[in-house]
């Protein structure tokens, strides 16, 4: 089974019951104390019962200095509820509050954007098919947030400029596996990142680059006046031209060090980013009945006929000024 048929399927069959490991909670949020002092943290796409997001703060409250913890969660043939914790008593015992919501518990509803309003940051693992719309929703209201999500929303225009206006980043870890509820766990290796735009050490660290550039080794796209890179590790220090590398370079990307211009498949963007170098008409034509996925917008080199070999999407680079 390919790496990502689990989460275009959950996709495609509005199947979202994904759960994060605990394990994959832990290794991530301990990057993240500094910023959980004293806050409201809501999880709204958790129910208590089944979410390890609600079982890691309600455990680690006093430890981690949360004001209140607040979860919700959507079902929409049983009442559905909205806890909330703000720590143990004078016993140490640890209860909740449980008040009954008006409504099915989805994190567009009135009443859930309202605790959104009133919370400080929102940690969870939104569903995958509403991702984009979950995200806007942060954006809109302004939020901090800390959620899981699959990488090749990169790929879609609206998200990949709030990874270039660095409204938000990619986090540390890299969640392999999901608990389902029956009880299965759902492979998806390499397909899910934290997403975040809470500040952490990681997004400053400088990448450490060790190759020269060779020219014969950087081939041009012949579309794009820019040089193909096919490994982050790859990426040349001595290289002041435009770099186009694949989208897990957000796994390195430091703002202080990088400069993004944009992304291959973005026609609107190729037609006026200046280095767009598209092949006249008559090659498109021959292109298309070559191969039919050919898209002029979409990065690709020539082979020694001529041809086209189409390159993965790929994320347009340059090195700041100070880079050297």
Request: net charge positive; charged share 25%.
């Amino acid at each position: 089974m390919s790496t990502n048929k689990n989460l275009r399927k959950a996709k495609n069959a509005k199947n979202d019951e994904f759960y994060t490991q605990l394990t994959d909670i832990e290794k991530e949020l301990v990057h993240y104390k500094k910023h959980f002092k004293n806050k409201i943290i809501y999880c709204n796409c958790d129910n208590p019962l089944q979410s390890k997001f609600w079982e890691y703060f309600h455990t680690n409250f006093e430890k981690i200095e949360l004001k209140r913890l607040i979860a919700t969660y959507y079902d929409n043939f049983n009442i559905t509820y909205k806890l909330v914790y703000d720590g143990g008593n004078d016993n140490n015992i640890k209860t909740y509050i449980k008040i009954q919501l008006k409504g099915n518990g989805d994190f567009r509803s009135e009443e859930c954007v309202n605790i959104l309003k009133e919370s400080d940051i929102i940690v969870t693992n939104p569903p995958f098919s509403l991702f984009r719309e979950f995200v806007a929703q942060l954006i809109k209201y302004n939020k901090k947030f800390l959620i899981v999500g699959n990488k090749n929303t990169v790929n879609c225009n609206e998200f990949f400029h709030l990874l270039k206006e660095n409204k938000l980043w990619f986090g540390y870890e890299h969640p392999q596996e999901f608990d389902t509820p029956n009880g299965k766990t759902k492979k998806v290796q390499g397909l899910c990142r934290w997403f975040t735009n809470l500040d952490i050490e990681k997004r400053h660290e400088i990448l450490k680059l060790h190759k020269q550039y060779i020219p014969k080794e950087y081939p041009t796209y012949d579309n794009y006046n820019a040089i193909n890179i096919n490994k982050i590790c790859d990426i040349p220090y001595d290289y002041d031209g435009i770099m186009g590398v694949p989208i897990t370079f957000f796994d390195k990307y430091n703002p202080e060090q990088f400069e993004i211009l944009g992304r291959s498949g973005d026609i609107k963007w190729a037609l006026t980013c200046g280095f767009f170098t598209p092949p006249s008409e008559e090659k498109q034509q021959q292109y298309k009945k070559y191969y039919k996925n050919w898209r002029v917008q979409n990065s690709y080199l020539l082979d020694t006929n001529n041809m086209p070999v189409c390159i993965y999407y790929r994320v347009f680079i340059k090195h700041k000024n100070n880079h050297l």
